[in-house]
């Protein structure tokens, strides 16, 4: 069935079709769109599951925690400062090898108080251990939720499914909700091999000493490197189910192009009416949208890449001190690799919810194509100073 | 595709309109987006609703600043800001007014004019109040008698999804400003 929704009402029936179990949260702008209605999903009887009313995003997570550890599909939303306070659980979420599925809503950090658009509030989450998938549209917000699922209880880690701050969570438009029938055939019910049970206690989140926490941390990495096969399988199987398919990374006429624009979230889909547009002034360029950032798509990057004249990054995220994010990884990724190396750009753009239209992706990309390599590791675009 | 512009003003529901907008023309087989203008809303204050409306698949997601056809809920607005900002040459403006399309002489020269008495048809259909009338539902008759982005049956369909208390007389609005609205020039 097709029907016109927002991005947070994406996530509310990924949720839904999911039929998660308990829903723990605390309203944020411009997340809260997500818990409101699964609220009156589960008040109404549509869903049947257990919503708690927490007092801060803290708890929320630590709610969240608790009930997927006592065996349930356990679901939460939150969106920057929330993100930020729920930190410490996070790291709990993941190293207690927990397969919960969380929306994060992309909102730039304050101060200064803002509640628009950038993925620094997600970044600051790289290392706890959960899998990120950036997504472009409604229609991927909510098929992620199901993916995420699917892919978190085969490798025991959580997923943070994120969708940007109004372009997609305020913004209406035609997403196919699949047949709830049908996906209770690709998401069968979760039954973990351990849980707490009272009627066969175990310890969990116990004192973990030097002989065996290193063991432990290789095994979560052991889990994201799994997840990459998992995750592309399962993209695949969803396809054939449901005519929609999902991988790590997504390619847009790359085939013979010179030039890779490497994007994510909602500009790389933006991207694509540039990419069009450049093509037709005999442009050979291309683009990448990375859509999992962790597990990092390294191989795929590198054989995408590889033998390129120029690569140009787009971020929407900066690490202070260094670069954009996703063009740091992109680099990092081929240190080692063999071959030829091409000259990276890296723009910072879209900041604190700053439109990235057609023609600021256009300037980008045209400014690369008219210089043989970067003057600096990091340009910005449009800043007024 | 073409991109749509509406202005009206804080909680005379612009935004429920670019959903319903959205909702028939996705019902009559297009490829739709609506989003508000982000951020936060007043009470009075100009606001703003955007559509696009395609056949292909849309996938810019930036805002519109060059729409091709703009609305205005609120003839009032017609004077406090300049609603052909950035609209394209030859574009529709469809005015909720009593006037008709000719009084219009500022703009009939670069666009094309609409007019349709959404308050007066609002009123009638006991919409909102005589002092707050709610023109959101019939202002959309008209836009799609004018734009022929969707049919009648789409628009019932996205009024009663997006609309859905008073759903019928909302409806009978909107039918009778597809009826009743006046055009400068045929589309």
Known sequence: MKKVILGDHAVSYGALLSRVQTIAAYPITPQTLIVERLSEMTANGE????FTKVESEHSAMASTVGSSAAGARAFTATSAQG?????????????A????????V?????????IWTDQNDSLSARDVGWMQVYCQNNQEVLDSIILGYKVSEQVDLPTMVILDAFVLSHTAEGVDIPDIKKVDEFLPPYKPEIKMDINDPRSFGALTSPDVYMEFRYKMQQAMDKAKKVIVEEG??????FGREYGLIEEYKTEDADTILIASATVASTARAVIDELREKGEKVGLVRIRVFRPFPTEEIIKVLEGRKKVVVIDRNISFGKTGIFFDEVKGAFYNSKGNKPPMFGYIAGLGGRDVTPKVIREIVEDALNKDKPESEII???VKL | MIEILIHGRGGQGSVKASLALASAASKAG??????PEFGVERRGAPVKAFNRISDEPIVVRSKIYNPDHVVVLDPTLLHAIDITEGLKEGGWIIINTEKSPDSFTEYTKKFKVATVNATRIAVENH????????????????IIRVLKVAGKKDLEEGIKEFVPVKAEANIKAAYEAFDQVKFSKEA
């Open chain 1, 106 to 114: 992309n909102r730039a950090m304050a101060p200064g108080w803002t």
């Open chain 2, 30 to 35: 297009k490829y739709v987006q609506s989003f």
């Open chain 1, 47 to 50: 869903l049947d599951a257990i």
């Open chain 2, 127 to 142: 919409l909102g109040s005589k002092a707050a009338p709610i023109v959101n539902t019939a202002i959309l008759g008209a």
């Open chain 1, 97 to 104: 090898r927990l397969p919960i599925v969380m929306a994060n």
């Open chain 1, 83 to 95: 993100l930020a306070l729920m930190h410490e659980m996070l790291h709990w979420a993941a190293g």
């Open chain 1, 380 to 382: 910005w675009k449009g």
């Open chain 1, 236 to 241: 695949k199987k969803f396809g054939e189910m």
